[in-house]
């Protein structure tokens, strides 16, 4: 295990990933943040009561999918007692549990739950990561956390790039994160102003020289308890997210 604790050792690990099992690997034996660090294992430590039987993975978390496919998603992080708890990005959480039905129901993932890294969930032409791959507190990550971070999304879309139209992003800091890495990935510069986030915000690019980026609410109990994102809400992005991978 070669452990990766400076930002400089993030970007050549990551940069030097030949493939997504690589990328993974590497991710998974990150320390590079002391404060994430810290928090993801005192989580794991401490556990909420209702998994206090449990093992936390108390790990970075990374990307869960197929390497060719033209859907992804790009989240904000993983969460404390669910992708910190199981390893798995979205996974044991309620969520996951909003997420993973609707993505079902349009086909993309083949079971409508999320709860454990070997449930059996396979997921159809989508790859689902984070712009930050552990654990915040609060789910706020800090501007040098997220820029710590960011070659390992780097990679990860440049290994995606072949096969991937489309771009959902889950929230408003998924949105924000998407430009720096689409400039760093794809080259250019992003469109200034920058596009205003907004649920079923969709940005393309007037060559076709990027991937679509379509906005979509986070699917945070905030959100969903609320009303905010229902479940017919996701159901329209997925739908329209599946027209554009065809070309639609
Ligand atoms: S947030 Fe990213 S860069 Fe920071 S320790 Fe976790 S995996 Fe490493």
Redesign the pocket.
């Known amino acids: 295990m070669v452990v990766?604790r400076l930002?400089a050792e993030?970007l050549a690990r990551a940069s030097s990933s030949a493939d997504l099992a690589a990328l993974d690997a590497g991710?998974v034996d990150?320390?590079?943040?002391p404060r994430?660090?810290a928090w993801?294992e005192e989580v794991a430590a401490t556990k909420r009561a209702a998994f206090r039987d449990q093992v936390y993975w108390g790990r970075?978390v990374p990307g869960f999918g197929p390497a060719d496919a033209r859907i992804a998603i790009l989240g904000l992080?993983p969460a404390a007692h669910g992708g910190n708890r199981t390893g798995r990005i979205f996974t044991g959480d309620r969520s996951g549990d909003v997420l993973f039905a609707a993505l079902h129901r349009a086909g993309l993932a083949n079971q409508p739950t999320s709860v454990a890294a070997d449930d059996g969930l396979a997921l159809h032409d989508l790859r689902i990561f984070a712009s930050?791959?552990?654990a915040?507190p609060d789910n706020k990550?800090t501007p040098i956390?997220r820029d710590?971070?960011a070659?390992?999304l780097w990679r990860e879309l440049e290994l995606i790039k072949p096969t991937v139209r489309v771009v959902v992003a889950l929230g408003a800091f998924a949105w924000a994160a998407w430009w720096p890495a689409m400039s760093r990935v794809y080259g250019g510069t992003p469109p200034s102003p920058r596009p205003a986030f907004g649920h079923g915000a969709h940005w393309t690019s007037p060559d076709g020289g990027y991937p679509h980026l379509l906005g979509c609410y986070h699917v945070s109990q905030q959100n969903t308890f609320t009303g905010r994102l229902t479940p017919t809400m996701l159901d329209e992005v997925f739908a329209r997210a599946k027209e554009l991978a065809r070309g639609a």
């Open positions: 990766v930002p993030v991710i990150c320390f590079a943040c994430l660090v993801r970075p992080a930050v791959r552990c915040p990550p956390e710590t971070c070659p390992w």
